[in-house]
Antibody, heavy 115, light 106 residues
């Protein structure tokens, strides 16, 4: 069955870089696109960016200058890197499979930006 | 960017009540609209896709409608397990989500 699982550090220092990994199973990254979505506590989700099935990328214009998404198809993994983190980047980060909007979600990883 | 405005942000209802949640887009989104349910500590789960199509396994008491800029999620008879936060999401132009409606039992 389709599964996605996020991994990465739970605590990041302000101004540092966040690195997250999404490991997928049950589908191919060359057939489906994968997006990153984040959600501050008590607020609505925010789309961050997408790794298209063909290897192209797309980013939310508000985050584009700080964000990079890449993949390793041999390992079934999609990576997120975001630099210059601030306290308002605190929240839960999800990877999702694109099915006309996010059809499948990982369990999420809570990231806190704090010194 | 397309903005999604949900109302109300908080809703209290009794078991058996008919519940309606509204979502308004800042421009026409051509029915490219999903609804999600999120329970505490869990990832969102899609209930409705493409405005009015029920996701497999979702009870038929959930339904969606709308067009243009205005969309609605209806729960025909509220059950205790429906306590959650609900989000709308458009995919006409990239993705944006509503701010959420927190539904509790009266």
């Amino acid at each position: 069955q389709v599964q996605l699982k996020e991994s990465g550090p739970g605590l990041v220092q302000p101004s540092e870089t966040l690195s997250l990994t999404c490991t997928v199973s049950g589908f191919s990254l060359t057939s489906y696109s994968v997006s990153w979505v984040r959600q501050p506590s008590g607020k609505g989700p925010e789309w961050m960016g997408r790794m298209w099935y063909d290897g192209d990328t797309a980013y939310n214009s508000a985050l584009k200058s700080r964000l990079s998404i890449s993949r390793d198809t041999s390992k079934n993994q999609v990576f997120l890197k975001m630099n210059s983190l601030q306290t308002d980047d605190t929240g839960t980060y999800y990877c999702t499979r694109d099915d006309g909007g996010p059809g499948y979600w990982g369990q999420g990883v809570m990231v806190t930006v704090s010194s | 960017d397309i903005q999604m405005t949900q109302s109300p942000s908080f809703l209290s209802a009794s078991v058996g009540d008919r519940v309606t949640i509204n979502c308004k887009a800042s421009q026409n989104i051509n029915k490219y609209l999903n609804w999600y349910q999120q329970k505490l500590g869990e990832a969102p789960k899609r209930l409705i896709y493409n405005t009015n199509s029920l996701q497999t396994g979702i009870p038929s008491r959930f339904s969606g409608s709308g067009s243009g800029t205005d969309y609605t999620l209806t729960i025909s008879s509220l059950q205790p397990e429906d306590v959650a936060t609900y989000f709308c999401q458009q995919y006409n132009s990239w993705w944006t989500f509503g701010g959420g409606t927190k539904l509790e039992l009266k």
